[in-house]
């Protein structure tokens, strides 16, 4: 059985290596075609390698909530071992796949693949394109305050609800106040070890707090749009946001914010569809600077600030054009929606005739060409209406809620 895994072991590297090397030489090849210089070294094969030791079906049995037997080679013989073993519960509507034993410095976690066998639930196209109340989660992610702003609207364009979800100011500080404990100790030392992680512990607690706020707020994200009966998730497509130049601490806090991005909607992506929702994303340009009314560009300002100009993180926003007023966030994150439903919704306007010039003569006839029409007045669905009342965004909730239970949505 052991040699079963091993082979699968060697296998799935050198596969993996192969991979890479085609990679390389593909990126090579294109780089010389332009002319560029290429200097990177092509990658190399594993040289040594720990691998997790897989217990097929004969190796284990009698496996409860609180212990399992496995069967282990003790020196001198094959011997059955009862193991005490701690954690959540498994789901009894699963099968159990075969375990794996692996080693994180003294302890030993027992890892078991599970396979659940549900309907698959319609593409996003045949949702969007045959039922016009669809109902959408659009989420717009930040690294201020609120970690994520979900609307729900449908798709002949009724919203429904809004929700903040908080707590970035305080995963920003303490994420700060680590990397500029990191930054002083490095001053200190003057130097850094090669091969050798430095400041280890803190590193290692920025990296599991990050972890749990973008478990705990993926969650959130997706009991929202549970809770209100969305079959469709979208997101922004971020791939490639830099930080700003400045200090240690403030460039680094901020690469690892963007960071967090990736893991909200790697988390959120496998929730969903643990609750049959699909997510998407869409092209993120001038998200935060159009109307989600009237699709003009609109001012961004600060609170006391006169509504003109654009400042980047500002809570406020105004349409000149339309007269919208309200969150910032929360017309990003209306405009998210949209943009979902007008990739599958084409314009029912056809493009206006293109007039003829004088000295034009009798066009001859060709081959016709089909092209997109240019609108104006924006997408065909109705316009995304803001709240009358409560100009700035409806059913907030500021805070996290670290404590608060998030139902049996998967971590």
Known sequence: M?????????????????????????????????GHTWTLRPPVPPRSWNKSATLYAGQWKERTASSIMLKVW?????????????????????????????????????????????SSPATIEQQVTTHAQTKICAVDLNIN??????????????????????????????????????????RKT??????????ADRWRKIRNVDDSSAHLVSARIVQFARQHEATIVVFEHLG??????????????????????????????????????????VNPRNTSRECAGCHSLVARYEEG?????????????????????????????????????????????EKPPTPLAIERGEKSPGVAVCQDATREEGPSIPPARHADRNEHGTAQDGSLGMAERLSDIPH
């Open 305 to 349: 600030q006169p509504a003109e100009g654009y400042t980047s993180g500002a809570p406020l926003v105004l349409c000149q054009k339309c007269g919208m007023r309200g969150n910032a966030d929360r017309n990003a994150s209306l405009v998210i929606g949209q943009r979902l439903i007008t990739r599958y919704h084409p314009s029912s306007q």
């Open 190 to 199: 003057g130097m850094i070890a090669e091969g050798e992680q430095d400041n």
């Open 240 to 281: 490639s946001l830099k930080p700003q130049k400045g200090k240690y601490s403030h460039r680094g806090n901020s690469k690892r914010a963007f960071w967090m991005k990736g893991r909200l909607f790697k988390y959120a992506k496998y929730k969903s569809y643990h609750e049959g929702m699909l997510t998407s994303r």
């Open 2 to 34: 052991f040699r079963r895994a091993a082979i699968n072991a060697a296998l799935g590297s050198a596969r993996s290596f192969y991979s890479h090397l085609c990679k390389w030489r593909s990126r090579r090849e294109k780089a010389l075609a332009k």
């Open 145 to 186: 305050e609120q970690l994520a702003v979900c609307t729900i609207q449908t798709v002949a364009g009724t919203i429904l609800a809004t929700r903040f979800i908080g707590g970035g100011r305080r995963i920003a500080g303490f994420r700060k106040k680590l990397l500029g404990r990191i930054a002083r100790n490095r």
């Open 74 to 118: 003790t020196g001198t013989c094959w011997s059955w071992i009862k193991i005490r073993i701690t954690g959540r519960e498994l789901p009894a509507d699963v099968e159990l796949g075969s375990p794996s034993l692996i080693r994180r410095g003294k302890q030993w976690w027992l890892h078991t693949p599970l396979e659940k066998q549900f």
